[in-house]
C-alpha cells in the first residue's frame, strides 16, 4: 500500500546531541510537510518542501534543519536538542501545495531527550 | 497562531450513540478538514468541504460548514468503541498563496464506552 512511513518510531537522545528523523513516501507526493506535536496539543507546522523548494515557518527554531535529497525522502535534523524538542514529530505529504487535497501522515516519531 | 477552536475539549459517550464535535474558527478560509488521531499515531483525514459547500457525508459521518458563522460541526452516528480518538479540525485560510497550510484546532478527545 502507498503510505507515509516514518523511522525510527521511537528515538531518544541527549540533551544537545544531533539527531535525525526520518520520513519517506510511496504517493509520488510533491509537497512534504514537518509538524511537531506536543501531548495534547495541535500540530504545529515547522517546514514544508515543494519538490525541493523549501519554506520554512517564521517561527520554528534555527535548531530544527531538512533535508530532501528526492521526491521520496524528507530528512528532520535538530542540531542541539533541549528538553522543550520533546514531542511527537509527523511527516505529511500532499498532492498539491494550495491546500486543495487532503494531507497523508506517517504514524510519526516519538523523540525523548534525556 | 491556531486559528481554530474545537467544542468540547473532550467528550465521553455509550457506544451507539451520537457524538458531535464544533469547530470554529477566525478568517475566510478555502476549505475545512477533518482529521482523526489515534492514540501514539499520525493523523488520518476523515473529510474535506470547500468554502462554497455546506454539507458532505462519508459513511457514519456528517460534516457542515457554515461560513457565515465561521464554524463547522462532525457528527458521528451510531459510534463504536473505535471511534475513540481525538479529532482535528483544520483549515486552509483564504489568501494563502502556494502554501496549503492547514491551521489546526485544538482537538476535542472522544471517548466511546462500550
Known amino acids: 500500500d502507498a503510505m507515509v512511513i516514518q523511522n525510527p518510531r521511537y528515538q531518544v537522545t541527549q540533551f544537545g546531541k544531533p539527531v535525525t528523523l526520518s520520513c519517506s513516501q510511496t504517493?509520488?507526493?510533491?509537497?512534504m510537510y514537518w509538524y511537531q506535536q506536543k501531548s495534547s496539543q495541535a500540530p504545529k507546522l515547522l517546514f514544508h518542501?515543494?519538490?525541493?523548494?523549501?519554506?520554512n515557518e517564521a517561527d520554528t527554531p534555527d535548531n530544527f534543519q531538512s533535508r530532501r535529497p528526492n521526491t521520496s525522502f524528507c530528512f528532520l535534523d535538530i542540531r542541539s536538542p533541549g528538553l522543550g524538542d520533546a514531542a511527537m514529530y509527523l511527516c505529511?505529504?500532499?498532492?498539491?501545495?494550495?491546500?486543495?487535497?487532503?494531507?497523508?501522515f506517517g504514524d510519526g516519531t516519538r523523540l525523548s531527550i534525556l | 497562531s491556531q486559528q481554530g477552536e474545537e467544542d468540547p475539549q473532550a467528550l465521553s459517550i455509550q457506544e451507539g450513540e451520537n457524538a458531535t464535535m464544533n469547530c470554529s474558527y477566525k478568517?475566510?478560509?478555502?476549505?475545512l478538514q477533518w482529521y482523526r488521531q489515534n492514540s501514539g499515531r499520525g493523523l488520518v483525514h476523515l473529510i474535506l468541504?470547500?468554502?462554497?459547500?455546506r454539507e458532505k457525508h462519508s459513511g457514519r459521518l456528517r460534516v457542515t460548514l457554515d461560513t457565515s458563522k465561521k464554524s463547522s460541526s462532525l457528527l458521528i452516528t451510531a459510534s463504536r468503541a473505535a471511534d475513540t480518538a481525538s479529532y482535528f479540525c483544520?483549515?486552509?485560510?483564504?489568501?494563502?498563496?502556494?502554501?496549503?497550510?492547514?491551521?489546526f484546532g485544538q482537538g476535542t478527545t472522544l471517548q466511546v464506552k462500550p
Open positions: 505529511a505529504t500532499s498532492r498539491d501545495r494550495v491546500g486543495n487535497q487532503p494531507q497523508h
Open positions: 518542501y515543494y519538490d525541493k523548494d523549501f519554506n
Open positions: 478568517t475566510s478560509i478555502n476549505n
Open positions: 483544520a483549515t486552509v485560510r483564504h489568501g494563502s498563496g502556494n502554501t496549503g497550510k492547514l491551521i
Open positions: 468541504i470547500r468554502s462554497n459547500e
Open positions: 504517493l509520488n507526493h510533491n509537497v
